[in-house]
């Protein structure tokens, strides 16, 4: 029989009240305190905490705190990425960010969702949708992505948008829910 913990991570329905994940989620809290009370200027200290949470770090991370997610160990960032401030990761499944791509204030990524049945949802049990997103994408500030989504290379999501399904590569995309709202071609110039 799986754990709650292997449920979770196979986007199958878990109890969240699991022991072992309340106190995964209670280690994660410690370290993000460390991290978001760090020393303005201290960026080796900011990397040294990032690569104890997160599955992965790229070269060249950056981040600006306050910055939270619930375990940490589901995200995985490539090279040159940056976060800045107030960025909210919910990472019971797993949130994949390609190299040099870079987030905007108050930036949200959901990879945590519940049942649409409302006698499900009241047992208490939720389940998550893995997120991927590409290299060379710029999500703008005050962006919401949606459990499930998968951001092609070199998009662009623009500041306040709700994406709720899979963005192709080389688009900016915008609203809500977000919709293509530009083509930009292999020369990067606007078509």
């Known amino acids: ?7 979770m991570l196979d ?3 878990y109890l969240a009240s699991d022991e072992t994940l309340s106190k995964d ?17 201290d960026s080796t200290h900011k990397v ?4 104890k949470l997160f599955k992965h770090v790229g070269k060249d991370f950056g981040l600006e705190p306050p910055f939270y997610c619930d375990y940490g160990y589901n995200i995985s960032v490539g090279d040159q990425v940056f976060f800045n401030f107030n960025c909210v990761l919910l990472d019971i499944n797993s949130i994949t960010i390609g190299n040099r791509s870079m987030f905007g204030p108050g930036v949200n990524i959901y990879a945590a969702t519940h049942p649409i049945d409302a006698k499900t949802r009241g047992s208490q049990l939720e389940f998550g949708k893995p ?9 703008g500030g005050g962006a919401i992505i949606c459990p499930g ?8 999501i623009a500041a306040g948008a709700v994406v709720t399904k899979d963005v192709p590569a080389d688009v900016i995309v915008g609203g809500n829910p977000a919709k293509i709202i530009k083509y930009i071609d292999q020369e990067k110039k606007m078509v």
């Open 131 to 139: 997120v991927t997103i590409g290299d060379d994408v710029w999500v």
């Open 11 to 13: 986007g199958e329905l």
């Open 25 to 41: 989620r209670i280690h994660t809290r410690q370290l993000l305190n460390d991290l978001n009370q760090n020393l303005p200027g």
């Open 1 to 7: 029989m799986k754990s709650e913990k292997e449920k």
């Open 48 to 51: 040294n905490i990032a690569k």
């Open 149 to 156: 989504v998968n951001i092609g290379d070199r998009s662009i």
